[in-house]
C-alpha cells in the first residue's frame, strides 16, 4: 500500500506523506450538531452541520487504512469552569449558558452528554482526544506536544465551524509550520456563506493559511 498520496487540492496539488500527516477532526460533539445543545443556545440552525458528517466519516474510514495518526477535539469546560473566561460565558443572550442544565447535561461541559462526540464518528481507543476550551486546538492544550511526538508535518482537517474552530486551528497550525489541507465538505458551518468565505479565505493569495481540498479528492489520494 502507497506510505503516501497527491491530493488534487486547491490552490494546487499537494503531495502528503501518511506517517507524517494526521487526520484532525474538529468538534464532531453533540452539543454543536444535536439539538439542545450549545449550537442551539446561541440560537443557531443545527441541521445545517449534519451534511459534514458523511464525508468525515468516509476520510475517518480511509485514514484508519493508511494507519495514519487520527486525532479528534472537543470543545468544552471544567466542571468548575475555571478555564471559562467570564468573557465568553457572560456574552450575548443564550437560552442557556456554559454550564447550565440542558437536554444533554450541562451545556459544553466535559463528561456530559452533549460534550460528546457523535456516534457516527465515535473515537477509536487508539486515537488521540484532545479537549479545548477555545476554539483553536493548540491554545491550552497537548496537541502541539502530540504532534511533535509522533514526527506530524501535515494535518487534514475537517469538523466544525469552518469559521469558527476549523478556521482558527487552521491559522494556529500555519503559523506553527504545518502544511493544512482543509477538506471543504468536511466542514460546515450554522451559515452557509461564512463556510464558503471560511474555505476561501484559507486558499486564497496562493495559499495563505493552507489548501483547500473536496473529501473526493482526499479519498483518491488514499487509495
Ligand atoms: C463554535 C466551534 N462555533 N467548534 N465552536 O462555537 O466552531
Same mark, same amino acid.
Not at 474538529?26 to 443545527?46: A, H, K, S, Y
Given at each position: 500500500k502507497p506510505t503516501g498520496g497527491v491530493i488534487s487540492a486547491e490552490p494546487e496539488p499537494i503531495r502528503l506523506d501518511w506517517p507524517a500527516t494526521a487526520l484532525l477532526i474538529i468538534d464532531m460533539q453533540r452539543d454543536f450538531l444535536e439539538p439542545g445543545g450549545f449550537g442551539e443556545t446561541l440560537g443557531n440552525d443545527v441541521s445545517q452541520l449534519g451534511r459534514a458528517v458523511k464525508p468525515i466519516g468516509a476520510v475517518l474510514k480511509a485514514a484508519r487504512g493508511t494507519g495514519m495518526l487520527v486525532i479528534?477535539? #472537543? /470543545?468544552? &469546560?471544567?466542571? *468548575?469552569?475555571? *478555564?471559562?473566561?467570564?468573557?465568553?460565558? !457572560? #456574552?450575548?443572550?443564550?437560552?442557556? #449558558?456554559?454550564?447550565?442544565?440542558?437536554? @444533554?447535561?450541562?451545556?459544553?461541559?466535559?463528561?456530559?452528554?452533549? &460534550?460528546?462526540?457523535i456516534?457516527?464518528?465515535?473515537? $477509536?481507543?487508539? /486515537?488521540?482526544?484532545?479537549?479545548?476550551?477555545?476554539?483553536?486546538?493548540? %491554545?491550552?492544550?497537548? $496537541? =502541539?506536544n502530540a $504532534?511533535?511526538? %509522533?514526527?506530524?508535518?501535515?494535518?487534514?482537517?475537517?469538523?466544525?465551524?469552518?469559521?469558527?474552530?476549523?478556521?482558527?486551528?487552521? #491559522?494556529e497550525a500555519n503559523d506553527r509550520g504545518y502544511r493544512c489541507v482543509v477538506i471543504s465538505d468536511g466542514c460546515a458551518s450554522y451559515f452557509? !456563506?461564512?463556510? !464558503? @468565505?471560511?474555505?476561501? @479565505?484559507?486558499?486564497a493569495q496562493g =495559499?495563505?493559511?493552507?489548501?483547500?481540498?473536496?473529501?473526493?479528492?482526499? $479519498?483518491e489520494a488514499m487509495k
Amino acid at each position: 500500500k502507497p506510505t503516501g498520496g497527491v491530493i488534487s487540492a486547491e490552490p494546487e496539488p499537494i503531495r502528503l506523506d501518511w506517517p507524517a500527516t494526521a487526520l484532525l477532526i474538529i468538534d464532531m460533539q453533540r452539543d454543536f450538531l444535536e439539538p439542545g445543545g450549545f449550537g442551539e443556545t446561541l440560537g443557531n440552525d443545527v441541521s445545517q452541520l449534519g451534511r459534514a458528517v458523511k464525508p468525515i466519516g468516509a476520510v475517518l474510514k480511509a485514514a484508519r487504512g493508511t494507519g495514519m495518526l487520527v486525532i479528534h477535539t #472537543r /470543545e468544552g &469546560h471544567l466542571p *468548575d469552569l475555571s *478555564d471559562a473566561p467570564p468573557a465568553k460565558v !457572560e #456574552r450575548g443572550a443564550p437560552s442557556l #449558558r456554559i454550564g447550565d442544565p440542558g437536554p @444533554m447535561g450541562r451545556i459544553l461541559i466535559r463528561g456530559e452528554a452533549g &460534550h460528546d462526540i457523535i456516534p457516527e464518528l465515535y473515537p $477509536l481507543d487508539s /486515537e488521540i482526544v484532545i479537549d479545548k476550551p477555545g476554539k483553536g486546538a493548540f %491554545y491550552a492544550t497537548e $496537541l =502541539g506536544n502530540a $504532534l511533535e511526538k %509522533y514526527g506530524i508535518e501535515n494535518l487534514l482537517v475537517c469538523g466544525v465551524t469552518t469559521e469558527v474552530c476549523v478556521n482558527t486551528t487552521v #491559522r494556529e497550525a500555519n503559523d506553527r509550520g504545518y502544511r493544512c489541507v482543509v477538506i471543504s465538505d468536511g466542514c460546515a458551518s450554522y451559515f452557509p !456563506e461564512f463556510h !464558503e @468565505m471560511g474555505l476561501k @479565505m484559507i486558499k486564497a493569495q496562493g =495559499g495563505i493559511f493552507g489548501w483547500v481540498a473536496s473529501s473526493a479528492a482526499v $479519498l483518491e489520494a488514499m487509495k
